[in-house]
């Protein structure tokens, strides 16, 4: 069965069970997270169930990976509800229609490997500042206030739960208390049945045979959620909504496919399986065009969900095909009742949800290391909290980047050393040069570090000009310096010109292989000439002692050898001379 399909090959009767019965569990726990996920974005809660619907069997049958289950999340609720709030439902349409097309885009220019380079504060502190935005926003559910206004920021939106608090129901306080029991207590008892779905019903039970009219349902605020899909239809996409909505589309883009590629790589480890990032992107790219067609909003690879999906024995992304064919039988069948559902009933979800997916500790070790690392982390956690997102990013990024260069910069020594005549092995040491002891034809320094544009050029420097007689041999033992940019080879072409216009000559040892290609590709390596470079440091100083020391120059000293030369002389030329 399946035979030849590639991620189907070998596909057999018995795996098809198994992706039945893991399809339908993670499809009956997607159908209130979707309704929950839509309606704390600002939207209608069918809007969650079409894109849990659509998006879930195209990421699931053309995405690269095989356990992956998409749809709507948390992650992209605090973007989504902004959007929303700033510029309407229609407009958010367009947003995620235009970061599908990214997301295609990304994956056929195969772009999927360097979202993994994002760096890790980065990814933890964002992730941590959404889930307290999420956690925050369900407190006036749960309580049951009335009359709340939503505002894009964290702080306005804590003062109106302050500023309502004198509306708190208590019917709604028990009804959302028992669906938090429930999600507490259903995995430590019942570990098969889906948690939030027994707090759902339990809890709608108890509000419509207690407490029925006294807590807001979905009906009561959204009316009834329609039995189908809705009709197809075009979003907006005239150049003046493309032009506004290009900065929502990129976020929604990029945190889409982080979120896609950390979920692919989970699924990795857990069913032993390897995804493919670029199609990944391509899949969901292409599902968050469709989404948007059907009136759902933007969608991505759903970690717990893809978890859950692999410890039910799914095989094949059959099984995400058949969690959206479930949901939408749900739809079909059931929706009249989900009106039923009290909202209060969902904040304690969300809550959930918020706190398995803060990074509580990945974010508590960073954090303890209070270095530049932790800076980054913090920084854009806040900036998650209090700004937006896209603010988030965009400075982390930003910061992680100086503070590496500067981490970087501090990491460049030059120093300048002579052959220790202690060691057996020849070794070079700093200790050996002073201000009486050093060779007066023979300048050997350690380069450590990259020479890149973040460093000041450290052939220029004061105590380098003051350590080097230009028109000595001058030996750079490169084997520390692992990167060269063009800004590192002007440094060097700089020093070689000088070198050479006093009578020196230039000679390189030890070099890496990126050094080597970057010096090769802009014709160094060739100015200077095969004969100057070498692999190690003391075939580079044979070669000076042969064709570029005079050793009768040291006037005390006919020694061969350049080790049993210092260890005469090892002094400066005056000394020798005397």
């Known amino acids: 069965m399946f035979k030849g399909w590639g991620r189907f090959e070998g596909y057999g009767k018995g795996d098809l069970r198994r992706d039945l019965i893991a399809g339908c569990i993670v499809g009956i726990i997607a159908i209130p997270l979707g309704m929950a996920f839509a309606i704390a974005s600002g939207v209608k809660p069918e809007t969650g169930i079409y894109t849990t619907i659509i998006a879930g069997v195209l990421i699931s049958l053309l995405g690269g990976s095989k356990f992956q289950i998409g749809g709507p999340t948390g992650a992209f609720i605090p973007i989504l509800l902004g959007i929303v709030l700033q510029y309407g439902y229609d407009k958010l349409l367009v947003a995620g229609f235009m970061a599908g097309v990214l997301l295609v885009l990304m994956g056929v220019f195969k772009l999927g490997t360097l979202i993994k380079f994002i760096p890790k504060p980065v990814t933890v502190g964002f992730t941590a500042g959404i889930a307290v935005t999420i956690f925050a926003g369900q407190i006036g559910n749960f309580l049951g206030l009335s009359g709340l206004e939503r505002h894009e920021s964290f702080l306005l939106n804590m003062k109106e739960l302050a500023v309502h608090i004198d509306t708190l129901n208590i019917y709604a306080v028990i009804v959302a208390g028992v669906c938090l029991a429930s999600l507490l207590l259903v ?73 896609s590629l950390l979920s692919a790589v989970v699924a990795d480890g857990m069913g032993g399986s390897r995804h493919n990032s670029n199609r990944e992107l391509i899949g969901q790219g292409i599902a968050n065009m469709a989404v948007p067609l059907f009136g759902g909003i933007p969608a991505t690879g759903a970690i717990a969900r893809t978890a859950t999906n692999i410890k039910n024995g799914a095989v094949s992304p059959l099984a995400g095909i058949i969690h959206g064919l479930v949901v939408l039988l749900v739809l079909v069948l059931l929706a009249p009742y989900a009106s039923a559902i009290p909202l209060a009933a969902m904040a304690p979800i969300l809550m959930i949800v918020a706190w398995n997916m803060s990074e509580r500790k990945p974010f508590a070790k960073l954090f303890k290391l209070r270095n530049s690392d932790s800076i980054v982390l913090v920084v854009t956690f806040a900036l998650t909290v209090f700004t937006t997102l896209t603010t988030a990013v965009e400075v982390g990024l930003a910061l992680a980047v100086l503070l590496f260069v500067k981490r970087m910069a501090e990491e460049q020594r030059l120093d300048k050393v002579l052959p220790d005549r202690d060691s057996r092995h020849g070794k070079v040491s700093t200790g050996r040069v002073t201000a009486e002891s050093d060779c007066p034809q023979l300048g050997i320094f350690n380069v450590r570090g990259a020479l890149f544009f973040g460093v000041k050029n450290p052939f220029e420097t004061s105590e380098f000009m003051a350590s080097h007689d230009p028109s000595q041999t001058l030996l750079l033992r490169m084997g520390g310096v692992p990167l060269i940019d063009a800004s590192g080879e002007a440094s060097l072409q700089g020093l070689l010109k000088r070198v050479r216009t006093s009578g020196g000559t230039l000679l390189l040892s030890g070099l890496q292989s990126q050094p080597r290609r970057m010096l090769e590709k802009t014709g160094l390596l060739a100015e200077l000439g095969e ?45 020798s001379a005397s």
């Open 531 to 575: 004969q100057a470079c070498f692999a190690h440091t003391g075939e580079a100083i044979d070669a000076a002692l042969s064709r570029h020391v005079s050793v009768a120059g040291c006037a005390g000293c006919r020694a061969a050898a350049f080790r049993e030369c210092t260890a005469l002389c090892g002094k400066s030329s005056e000394e």
């Open 187 to 259: 995995p430590r008892f019942l570990p098969k049945v889906p948690p939030s779905l027994v707090g759902l019903l339990l809890s709608t039970l108890v509000a419509v045979l207690f407490m029925n009219g006294k807590v807001a349902t979905i009906g009561s605020a959204y009316g009834n959620i329609p039995a189908s899909l809705p009709s197809f239809r075009l979003p907006e996409l005239s150049w003046e909504n493309m032009r506004l909505m290009i900065g929502p589309a990129v976020v929604i883009a990029l945190l889409g496919g982080i979120e």
